[in-house]
């Protein structure tokens, strides 16, 4: 065993959430944060932001004049036990806004959660993030959208507590927002991306 390396071992810091809100908070670049460890966003490119303002426009001049609302992706959302803070691409709160503290900067009851897939955040949008989502007591909706294709993921809560999948695929057709009864094609939804 003469050529056998020894390396240090890794090491793994983890912090809590105080620590995190008072480094998020400060910070010029968004970080998400999972059970204890600092996650690093990435930029979101063109088609991204395109179908996030198609997506935008269309829930919120819908909701306009009705108990709901839709808020951009700088508003975190927490988990009830604060093992999780998340920046949704587009949250939907109904009633009232409940907020962790009075930095009113962490939604606490978000009824739907939108997620635009990329390649490079798609399996997490699709695991830890809905593990931790499907937390929230509040949410009805997780609804996961892609960026690269006319392809949309919902998630559903049904009234025994199970979550349901659905999936919508048809490029001429369109998906429904359950929880505020909104229909939106997928023409309008992905205008000007060329898909």
Known sequence: MENEVKEPAPKYSCISPDEYLEMERVSAEKHEYYDGFVVTMSSARLKHNQVAGNLFTEIGSYLKGKEC?????????????????????????????????????????????????????????????????????????????????????????????????????????SFYIETIGLTISFDDLYRNTGL
């Open 69 to 173: 609302q839709a808020l951009p992706s700088a508003m975190r959302v927490s988990t009830a036990n604060r093992d999780a803070y998340m920046y949704p691409d587009i949250s939907v709160v109904c009633g009232e806004p409940r907020l962790e503290d009075n930095e009113f900067d962490i939604l606490l009851n978000p009824s739907v959660v939108i997620e635009i897939l990329s390649p490079s955040t798609q399996k997490n949008d699709k695991g830890y993030k809905l593990l931790h989502y499907k937390n929230i007591p509040s949410l009805k909706e997780y609804i996961m959208i892609h960026a690269a294709r006319r392809f949309i993921e919902v998630v559903r809560k049904q009234p025994d507590g199970a979550w349901r999948f659905e999936d919508f695929s048809d490029p001429s057709g």
